[in-house]
Structures are given as structure tokens and as C-alpha cells.
């Protein structure tokens, strides 16, 4: 099925405000997800107002073909068709007694280590693909900046998410130890090779990829780590099973001031 997306920044914004009205009228944690990634996107937004990047239509073109990724892949799963292996997997998740968490680095697992590299190769179509690289890295310090931010966020509604932390410090789980960077810059390996593909070898390297991410997520739901798992399912059964609240705790701004470690 074909779906009008979005052609702008402000476009996607909106966009995922209705991604964000369509869980919450359902009480799914697909939510949490889709307000992070929408957080995310504003603060980019900015970025690209403050002139931070070298060249803000080409990040644009980027964020709004990556976002799309997200975007028609949500949309399809509404609306009974089958989007990408990752996608499926994650978003399928919201039938399962899963902590915020999980549901959370599902949805970046699959956006960040599937659709971004896709994405960056895709804009660059015909040019060199290098060119990008310098802003695509300068992405990584404004995250950076959300990151203290986010966690404060989440821990409003999983109050005791700080536990990951202790875990993260024994172990190499990959639940405990998910690194955005890490994902990032994986993508942008994926994202140099596919610009070196022929374009009709490109679906299969894609399809090979989306089962590596498949992989993982299958990980983040169900850690190997008997203790990992435990400690998810004490986390998950002192969050909030309202969802809605959920968001709206989420997206508050009161009394809200990011705290330095």
C-alpha cells in the first residue's frame, strides 16, 4: 500500500504526534518509543536553526528520509501488512509483558541499526558519500546533550530503571549495555558500504542486515542473562500500566531541570 509521508522536518514532527495520539488511544508502549524518537527530532530541528550543521538541507533531506523509514513501517503494521523483520519484531513487542526499556531499544535497535544507514546511503545517491560524514558525526554531540535528559524522563515513569546501571557494570548484556554511538556509527559503516553497492545488490546486503537486526532484538526481549531478566521484570512491574499517563508524564515539562551527574 503507497502512504503520503512526510517532506519536511516539520512534516515528520507532526507526523509523529499522530503516531504518538494512535498509542496512546490504544495504551500501547509503542508510545515511548515514538515520543523519545519525536524529542529527538525537535532537537535536531533546532540544530539545523542554530546553523550547526554544514549543510542544513542535505540534514534535512536525511532526517526526513530516515524518519519515513519509521514512519511507513508504523503504518504498515496499523494496518495489517508486514514491514521490515526489526520492525515487525519490535513492534509486535507491544503484546508482550515487556519493561519500558525494552520496548524503548527496540524501536531504536531497529530505526538506528536498520533505517539510518539505508537512509544516509539514499540521500547520497550519486554523490560522495564522505561529504555527509561531518555532520552526520555532529548528530552524535547533540544526542549526547538529550542523553542525561531522556534518562531523567524515563526514570519519572520506570522508577527503577536505575538498576540497568548496576547490571550495565557486571555485565556485557546487551540490554544493559545498548550504545547509541556504537549503533550510529555501525550504521554509517553500513551506510558507506551500500553507497559502494551496485543498486541491485543493495536489497539483498539490506535484507541481510535486517536479519542481524532481528537478532539482536530478539536479545532485548529476552535477555540471555537469567539475572538480566529478573531484574527487567521487577523493573517493568513498578512501571505504570497506563500507558496514556505514561506519555504525558513523559512529555512534561514541569518541574522538569535536567540535574548533572
Partial sequence: ????????????????????????????????????YRRTTAQIKTAMEDGAFEDAARMERLDVTFANLYIQAYREYRAGEMPSQAWAIAFTGEQDRLALIQHLL?????????DLGVAAARIMEGTDIEAL???????????????????QRLGRVSPLLFLLDWIGQRSDEKVANFSIKVAREQSWRIARELAT????????????????????????????????????????????????????????????????P
Fill in 133 to 151: 560524514g561531518p555532520d552526520y558525526h555532529k548528530v552524535n554531540d547533540i544526542l549526547a546533550g538529550l542523553t542525561i535528559e531522556m534518562q
Fill in 106 to 114: 527496540l524501536g531504536m535497535n531497529a530505526h538506528i541499526n536498520l
Fill in 197 to 260: 553497492l551496485p543498486p541491485l545488490e543493495r536489497p539483498a546486503r539490506i535484507e541481510r542486515v535486517d536479519t542481524s537486526v532481528t537478532e539482536l532484538s530478539s536479545i532485548l526481549k529476552q535477555p540471555k542473562s537469567r539475572l538480566l531478566r529478573t531484574v527487567l521484570g521487577i523493573i517493568r512491574r513498578f512501571e505504570s500500566s497506563d500507558l496514556q499517563r505514561v506519555i504525558e508524564v513523559l512529555k512534561s515539562s514541569a518541574d522538569f531541570q535536567v540535574r548533572e
Fill in 1 to 36: 500500500m503507497s502512504y503520503h509521508l512526510p517532506t519536511t522536518i516539520e512534516g515528520v514532527l507532526e507526523a509523529l504526534d499522530d503516531i504518538i495520539a494512535d498509542t496512546q488511544s490504544r495504551n500501547s508502549p509503542l508510545g515511548v518509543f515514538a515520543y523519545v
